[in-house]
C-alpha cells in the first residue's frame, strides 16, 4: 500500500512538473513605450490575453519607436520580438525594411480604412496634431481661439509660438502641411522650408522639441499658441492648466500607433492573436481612456467624457490629414539636415 502511495504521488508530481512545463513554454515578447502605456500593458491588457490563452506569458520589451526600429534590425536574423507597437512613421520603416509579416485580413474588418497599413500592420489608436492654445491668454487678449495652421504664422502671435523640432513628429507634421498649403507636399518640400524660414521664424519663441519643456513654458506664460499632439495637450490640461486642443479647419494630422507581427518570430500565430485582441472594443476604450489614443475600430463606443478627449467617430478621422511616409522616410535625414542649418539658426 504504501508503494502504490508513492508511485501515485510520484505520478502526480510528474503531471504537475509537466502540466507546469506546457504552462510556461509560449512566451511573447512586445514591444512598446514605456511610462503609462507599460502600466496599462502589464495590468491589464497583457494579464487578460494571458487569461485567453492558457500558457502563454506576454513580456514587454520597452523603448521608443525609434528604439524598436533599431532592436529589429539588431534581431534581424533571430527575431525575438514578436508583436512592435510604434509610431506610423517608423512603422513605414519598419514595412519597407521587410519587418513585418502580413496580418489576418479578418482583423481590418471594423477598423477605419487608414488603419490598415499595407496589410502588414494594424492601427491601433490614434492621436492628432493639431494646435494648441492657452485659453486664459487668448480671453485676455480679446481674441477668438485659432482655427487654422495659419495662426502660427500670424503676425500678431510675434515671439509666442512654439513649433517642434523636425526630430519630433509634431514639427515634422507641421513643415509637410505648410509644403501642402503653399502648393507642394511631401514630394515638393520646398515650399514648407521656405514657410518656415519666412513666414514662422518671427513667431516662433523656441523648436522645442521636448513636450515637457514645451508644457513649462506655456505654464510660465511664454508660449501661448503651439503645434502640438492631442494625447500631450489632454495630458497637459489634466494639470489644471487652461489649454485646448484645436482641430485646424484644413484638417489635423494623423498619427497612428501602429502593430505588426514579426517576420520569423518565435510565436507567429499569438503574434496575430495579440494583434486581433488589441483592436477589440474592450481594448480600444481602455487604449483611449490612459492613453489617450482614438479608436481605430469603427464599432467602439465611448463615454462622453472619453470622448471628447480624442480624435473619434467617422466624421473626426475621415477629416484628418495623413502623410504619405513613403515620401518621407527616404528624405527625412535629409530634410533634418537642412532643418537644422536654416530654419533652427
Known amino acids: 500500500m504504501y508503494m502504490h502511495l508513492r508511485m501515485k504521488l510520484t505520478a502526480a508530481i510528474l503531471a504537475t512538473l509537466c502540466t507546469s512545463a506546457v504552462w510556461a513554454e509560449s512566451t511573447l515578447y512586445v514591444a512598446a513605450n514605456g511610462g503609462s502605456t507599460e502600466k496599462l500593458m502589464k495590468e491589464k491588457i497583457f494579464p487578460a490575453f494571458e487569461k485567453e490563452h492558457p500558457g502563454t506569458k506576454v513580456v514587454q520589451v520597452t523603448g521608443t519607436s525609434t528604439e524598436t526600429?533599431?532592436?529589429?534590425?539588431a534581431q534581424r536574423k533571430k527575431p525575438e520580438i514578436g508583436v512592435a507597437l510604434i509610431d506610423d512613421g517608423p512603422m513605414w520603416q519598419a514595412l519597407q525594411l521587410g519587418f513585418c509579416t502580413p496580418v489576418k485580413p479578418e482583423t481590418y474588418k471594423d477598423l477605419y480604412s487608414m488603419s490598415n497599413i499595407d496589410g502588414k500592420a494594424v492601427g491601433?489608436?490614434?492621436v492628432a496634431t493639431g494646435l494648441a492654445y492657452n485659453t486664459e491668454a487668448f480671453k485676455k487678449l480679446g481674441l477668438p481661439p485659432p482655427d487654422s495652421w495659419e495662426a502660427l504664422?500670424?503676425?500678431q502671435f510675434k515671439q509666442k509660438v512654439v513649433i517642434p523640432s523636425i526630430t519630433n513628429t509634431y514639427g515634422l507634421h507641421t513643415l509637410v502641411v505648410f509644403a501642402r498649403l503653399r502648393g507642394g507636399g511631401e514630394k515638393n518640400i520646398e515650399?514648407?522650408?521656405?514657410?518656415?524660414?519666412e513666414e514662422a521664424q518671427p513667431n516662433v519663441v523656441s523648436w522645442e522639441p521636448a513636450p515637457g519643456k514645451l508644457a513649462e513654458m506655456f505654464q510660465n506664460g511664454s508660449v501661448i499658441l503651439a503645434a502640438h499632439g492631442s494625447g500631450r495637450v489632454q495630458a497637459l490640461k489634466n494639470t489644471g492648466f487652461p489649454v485646448e486642443m484645436v482641430?485646424?479647419?484644413?484638417?489635423a494630422v494623423s498619427l497612428q500607433i501602429a502593430a505588426c507581427a514579426i517576420d520569423k518570430s518565435p510565436e507567429p500565430e499569438l503574434a496575430q492573436a495579440f494583434i486581433e485582441f488589441l483592436v477589440r472594443p474592450e481594448n480600444q476604450a481602455l487604449l483611449a481612456e490612459s492613453e489617450g489614443w482614438g479608436p481605430t475600430n469603427k464599432t467602439v463606443e465611448l463615454s462622453p467624457e472619453v470622448a471628447k478627449k480624442v480624435p473619434y467617430g467617422a466624421k473626426a478621422v475621415e477629416n484628418m490629414l495623413v502623410m504619405d511616409w513613403t515620401a518621407i522616410n527616404p528624405n527625412r535625414a535629409q530634410w533634418t539636415t537642412r532643418w537644422n542649418r536654416t530654419v533652427e539658426r
Do not use: R
Not at 69 to 73: D, G, Y
Not at 191 to 197: E, L, R
Open 69 to 73: 526600429l533599431a532592436k529589429l534590425q
Open 124 to 126: 491601433i489608436g490614434l
Open 153 to 155: 504664422v500670424d503676425p
Open 191 to 197: 515650399p514648407g522650408f521656405k514657410a518656415m524660414i
Open 247 to 251: 482641430y485646424p479647419k484644413e484638417g
